[in-house]
């Protein structure tokens, strides 16, 4: 398998989930801002979106979606218990996890990014995402991860986007629940070596 990645994105979420679950694969280095590869090659005709992270297998075949490429990497290593089975009332609860990631988190944090952005709308920005991980804080209480004692793929997701909160001017260090899972996810194994495998590639 192949993962075309872009430090510092939401592409970390599934090297996580791939370095969690045992599996190997080739990282491919993507350049955001150019659209090109580390060899010259242009990313759109790998993805004609644009955007990482995409997962390209044996056959081939390439996924993209970041929620769609972690529920695949944990249905490949079902003994990692990244993903609960499927059709399981958990799996669904992971689900809903992974879609308030994506949409309430990560493309909150997309106006912060924006160097168009008008301050009112950072500003904006910035109350919405303070006022969801309040909520998502709230459910961290008594909890090791987001579904309970077991990591799980949206614990990497969820890592991911709120690491950006240092970026743009969103403290989480606040919220001493989340703040506890930041550190806890951060100590992970696989974690860590996700984060050198990809400070080692230019």
């Known amino acids: 398998m192949k993962l075309y990645f872009s430090p510092g994105s939401c592409s970390f979420s599934p090297h996580i989930a791939l370095c969690e679950a045992g599996l ?22 790998i993805n004609a979106k644009g955007s990482v ?10 996924l993209t979606e970041g929620p769609a490429i972690v529920q695949y990497i944990a249905d490949q290593a079902p003994q990692s218990g990244l993903a609960p089975a499927n059709g399981s009332w958990e799996r669904y609860r992971l689900q809903e996890w992974l879609n308030f990631i994506t949409s309430e988190l990560h493309k909150g944090f997309s ?12 500003t904006q920005a910035r109350d919405k995402l ?31 986007v709120a690491g ?7 403290d989480i260090t606040p919220r001493t629940h989340l703040s506890a899972f930041m ?8 974690v860590q070596a ?9």
Not at 26 to 45: C, I, S, Y
Not at 136 to 146: C, E, F, H, I, R
Not at 183 to 190: E, F, G, K, L, Q
């Open 194 to 202: 996700a984060l050198k495998a990809e400070s080692g590639l230019k």
């Open 164 to 170: 950006w909160g240092k970026l743009v001017g969103v």
């Open 183 to 190: 550190a806890r996810v951060a100590a992970r194994p696989a």
């Open 24 to 45: 190997a694969c080739d990282l491919v280095r993507v350049n955001l801002k150019t659209h090109q590869l580390a060899d010259g090659g242009d990313f759109h005709a």
């Open 130 to 160: 303070n006022e969801r991980l309040s909520w998502v804080d709230a459910q961290l209480q008594g909890k090791s991860y987001l579904m309970g004692d077991t990591f799980t793929v949206a614990d990497g997701y969820l890592f991911t």
């Open 53 to 62: 992270p995409v997962l390209e297998l044996e056959s081939g075949e390439r």
């Open 111 to 122: 106006p912060l990014f924006n160097p168009k952005s008008p301050d009112e709308t950072k």
